[in-house]
């Protein structure tokens, strides 16, 4: 019973990380044979806004910039950071990283009671927000409880070209625009890069809290969205009930493995030592050389904006030289 609970609340979670029922742009099935993927650098300038309408059609509109942003999915807290802003609260852990805030200063940033699943309305609204981010599969049952005390903008990033999107939009709507188009130029120069230098070796994202474990694909998990373009990454989506066996990975001769360690209230120990006692997990290749990387979840599953997708691109791309 105990571990069935476990699955129930790590696939509510997990169904937020992911990032829905999508189908990245470009997948390697897409591209002619031996066609490498090339990101355009270029910047279009952002205008500012008062009405935005976002990568999945939802259209954002606000009285006046909005200062006091709420954030209940670490997108948000991603975006924020890269506007120069700081949320009125927060239920992500993001902002600790060093490449964010940091500790002591994330630290100051109130917390959302309630968790990532079930933020507390009276809370956010305690902030006096005059924007609350949320994501939509996940927050979207807030709306109605939110209407007319403050707006919410849902989100849904399925790949990086959704994260830009909706930097943007939040740049135009709080008027930050060159430093939405400066993090934007960033990113994309950043990817080019990676794009050049695309490793041969096969690579895998894994995610979990414990021996059952998931696969970043394409289309539904951003962070694995970008892996096709800096190494051999043979993982296609399988729908949200889909996943991969330790005999498939085995059989991929995985070169490098990044593992996310999903905490659901409280750390028990890093996803790679659990599937360690799997007798298949020894025989995979990256194990076997040494090539197992745990990687911040924080960044990896949850971020998905363009500061955590750099992070992402500069770890992933040191590991697979």
Known sequence: MARTLRRWVAAAVLGALITGCGTAATTDEDRKAGERPKTDVSVRPVTAARQITDPHGHTVTTKAPPRRIVCLVALCDDMLTELGLTPAATNSGLLAHPRFLGKEAAARVPVVPGGFI?????????????????????????????????????????????????????????????????????????????????????????????????????????????????????????????????????????????????????????????????????????????????????VWAKGRGTRSLGIVLDEATAALK
Not at 203 to 223: K, M, Q, Y
Not at 234 to 250: F, Q
Not at 261 to 274: A, N, P
């Open 118 to 298: 079930a933020p507390e309305t009276e809370a956010i609204l305690s902030h006096r927000p005059d924007l609350v981010i949320g994501l939509e599969d996940t927050h979207g049952k807030l709306a109605p409880a939110l209407e007319g005390a403050t707006v919410f903008w849902p989100v849904q990033p399925r790949r990086w070209q959704d994260s830009v999107g909706y930097l943007r939009g939040l740049a135009a709507l709080t008027g930050r625009t060159a430093q939405g188009e400066a993090a934007e130029r960033a990113f994309r120069a950043r990817l080019a890069a990676a794009e050049r230098s695309r490793s041969d070796r096969t690579a895998l994202i894994i995610f979990g809290s414990d021996e059952n474990f998931g696969v970043a694909t394409p289309g539904r998990d951003v962070a694995g969205g970008l892996m096709p373009a800096l190494a051999d990454y043979p993982w296609k989506d399988r729908g949200v009930e889909g996943t991969y066996s330790m005999e498939e990975i085995l059989a991929r001769d995985v070169d490098v493995l990044f593992v996310e360690t999903l905490s659901f209230g409280g750390s028990d120990g890093k996803l790679s030592e659990k599937l360690a006692k799997n007798p298949l997990w020894s025989r995979i290749p990256a194990v076997r050389e040494g090539a197992v990387h745990e990687v911040d979840a924080e």
